[in-house]
């Protein structure tokens, strides 16, 4: 089983509607969580971190059941500027950083 | 305040030729790390710098090296390139080594390198 396991996708949703993406992680000992997003062709670049009791930021929901080992990111009324590709990052605890990205979600909005 | 930036942007080499990537960071950060990214693959750690003065393996560290040449700069280097190294190769930097929020990694706009 992969460390972090996402959906590739792609996910083709046409603007304004609500699109989830979830996040599977095999190690129960991760602490951190977050959602980046790359751009085509571009870095990644953080979209929020992850909280316990889940956070929102905007249109953007991300939740965390620590008991089935998945994250999720919900966005709400889709933008067209929301095409691009969700990473999932897990950080393991201990000494060393252990980083663990996912492969990614790919988003289409379709106008 | 440029964040983390990398040179190359692009670069094509011969199997067997060896190259530097260079990546600087200004935002006073005390870790580094150097990432590959191949499609279906994710991205994957080569080496990392916890703080001046140390580096690590990661994940995938064979047929590169690095040196952390001070606080801001962590270079890697490919001593003879093989076609299994065409990659896009990141460069990113945290302000802490340990789990929280002071660990999100900010990455540059990586190299792509091709090897013939």
């Known amino acids: 089983r992969k460390e972090v396991e996402q959906d590739p996708g792609p996910f083709n949703v046409p603007e304004g509607a609500t699109v989830a993406f979830n996040c599977t992680y095999s190690n129960s000992a991760s602490q951190s969580f977050f959602w980046y997003r790359q751009d085509c062709r571009k870095e990644p670049k953080l979209l929020m971190s992850v909280y316990s009791s889940g956070n929102e930021d905007g249109r953007f929901t991300a939740q965390l059941n620590r008991a089935s080992q998945y994250i999720s990111l919900l966005i709400r009324d889709s933008k067209l500027s929301d095409s691009a590709t969700y990473l999932c990052?897990?950080?393991?605890?201990?000494?060393?950083?252990?980083?663990?990205f996912g492969t990614g979600t790919k988003l289409q909005v379709i106008p | 305040n440029a964040g983390v930036t990398q040179t190359p942007k692009f670069q094509v080499l011969k199997t067997g030729q060896s190259m530097t990537l260079q990546c600087a960071q200004d935002m006073n950060h005390n870790s580094m790390y150097w990432y590959r990214q191949d499609p279906g693959m994710g991205l994957r750690l080569i080496y990392y710098s916890a703080s001046e003065g140390t580096t690590d393996k990661g994940e995938v560290p064979n047929g590169y090296n690095v040196s952390r040449l001070n606080k801001r700069e962590f270079s890697l280097r490919l001593e003879s390139a093989a076609p299994s190294q065409t990659s896009v190769y990141f460069c990113?930097?945290?302000?802490?080594?340990?789990?929280?929020?002071?660990?999100?990694?900010?990455f540059g706009p990586g190299t792509r390198l091709t090897v013939l």
């Open positions: 990052v897990v950080n393991e605890s201990g000494g060393y950083q252990k980083v663990t």
């Open positions: 990113a930097s945290s302000y802490s080594y340990t789990s929280g929020d002071t660990d999100t990694q900010y």
